[in-house]
């Protein structure tokens, strides 16, 4: 494959016009871009595969040299490094935001003389004792061998099943 095709499908699979990726690629003017897809340039260079590299981390090289292979490294990889990463960065915020609303309540507890659990809105409060429920619940389902709640836990759990038991926690 000539380097003028090869210019032309990176170009066309990026999405962008040939003045655009040679701005991208840092040139002022973007006469080398413009002679290599024209074909009047055999061997770019060495810098500009160094500039695409750079410019968009994500074309594969050895395609851009070679001809072989596809035009971008491992899509898959790549999106499940970075999704990965979000994962972990939404753990850490969610962990971080639960602790900022405790210190938020136990401040606003002290500031009006009362206990952490009195200064809770009365559908944060309902939800916690729904889960301490379910937890003591599943307990004692699984401790039994049953497959639902038999006792009453507060009029909130009886009849439930594990499962069910355990959206509570989603």
């Known amino acids: 494959m000539k380097e003028q095709e090869k210019f032309e499908?990176?170009?066309?699979?990026?999405?962008?016009?040939?003045?655009?990726?040679?701005k991208d690629l840092g040139f002022a003017r973007v006469e080398p871009i413009y002679k290599i897809t024209?074909?009047?340039?055999?061997?770019?260079?060495?810098?500009?595969?160094?500039?695409?590299?750079?410019?968009?981390?994500?074309?594969n090289l050895e395609w851009l040299v070679t001809g072989e292979g596809s035009i971008f490294v491992d899509e898959s990889q790549k999106e499940e490094s970075e999704l990965s990463s979000?994962?972990?960065?939404?753990?850490?915020?969610?962990r971080l935001l639960k602790?900022?609303?405790?210190q938020a309540v136990i401040s606003k507890a002290a500031s009006l003389g009362?206990?952490?659990?009195?200064?809770?809105?009365?559908p944060e409060r309902d939800r916690?004792?729904?889960k301490d429920a379910a937890r003591q619940a599943i307990r004692n389902v699984r401790r039994g061998g049953r497959k639902e709640a038999t006792k009453p836990?507060?009029?909130?759990?009886?009849?439930?099943?594990?499962?069910?038991l355990l959206e509570l926690f989603e």
């Open 9 to 22: 499908k990176l170009i066309d699979a990026l999405g962008v016009t040939v003045y655009q990726f040679g």
């Open 38 to 59: 024209r074909g009047d340039t055999k061997d770019p260079g060495v810098s500009i595969y160094g500039k695409i590299k750079k410019a968009y981390p994500k074309v």
């Open 86 to 94: 979000r994962v972990q960065q939404l753990e850490s915020e969610k």
């Open 99 to 102: 602790e900022m609303y405790e």
């Open 114 to 122: 009362k206990s952490k659990d009195a200064a809770m809105s009365s």
């Open 128 to 130: 916690i004792l729904r």
């Open 153 to 164: 836990l507060s009029g909130r759990v009886q009849g439930a099943t594990v499962p069910s």
